[in-house]
């Protein structure tokens, strides 16, 4: 099960990757990850690799920024 921080994080790729008209495989092809591990990820099956959360993000044409509290 996956953490709140990546659970808003995933929810926040998942709203943009759909705003965009961008379907899982698309975005899976486009990031070099499976469709099937996507669709994990947005349903908080896994807790993804910062990595991945990356690739995605840029994928989306999007940078994941830390920002202080």
């Known amino acids: 099960m996956i953490n709140a921080q990546s659970d808003t994080l995933t929810t926040e790729l998942k709203k943009a990757r759909t705003s965009k008209r961008v379907s899982q495989s698309a975005l899976g092809e486009m990031a070099g990850i499976p469709q099937s591990h996507l669709s994990r990820i947005e349903s908080a099956k896994v807790d993804p690799q910062l990595s991945t959360m990356v ?4 994928a989306l044409e999007l940078e994941l920024v830390l ?3």
């Open 55 to 58: 690739e995605l993000a840029r």
């Open 67 to 69: 920002v202080p509290r």
